[in-house]
């Protein structure tokens, strides 16, 4: 998405246990070998999206929301990825002829969100959640 062909994290684990060395807390994982939430964040990301690509920004989302669809061939899903980068919650309507989504969280969590009306919707907050669907989904509205 957005041309971004890679990403690098700093370090795996933190360097050292001086919460005030600001060299010492780059890590994913702290010192003593604990994930912090940004190792389950990346390992979410990581297995969702590994067999998907990149489809479209996905129309209708203000900022300081973002929206995205990539498309899995092989297990023949569309992935909509949606989040508020400003972390406040917020319920995301979509669009749908499905009649559920399963809904991943950045947690690993998996739910199943039945749809009324051709419509599901998602809460989502500064996290991204990751929607799987048969179709694309269309997002009607942001609240």
Avoid: C, M
């Avoid at 998907?52 to 569309?78: I, S």
């Amino acid at each position: 998405a957005k041309d971004i062909k890679a990403i690098f994290w700093h370090n795996f684990q933190d360097n050292g246990a001086d919460g005030t060395n600001i060299e010492h807390n780059f890590g994913i994982i702290d010192w003593d070998g604990i994930p912090k939430p940004a190792y389950y964040g990346y390992y979410i990301l990581s297995r969702v999206l590994s067999d998907a690509v990149f489809d479209v920004e996905l129309n209708n989302v203000p900022h300081p929301n973002y929206g995205y669809r990539f498309r899995d061939e092989k297990h023949d899903v569309y992935i909509t990825a949606i989040w508020a980068a400003d972390e406040a919650s917020r319920t995301a309507t979509l669009t749908t002829s499905d009649p559920a989504v399963k809904v991943v969280g950045i947690d690993g969590s998996l739910n199943s969100v039945e749809a009324s009306n051709g419509s599901v919707a998602i809460s989502i907050s500064g996290a991204p959640v990751f929607i799987y669907s048969t179709t694309p989904l269309s997002v009607t509205t942001i609240n």
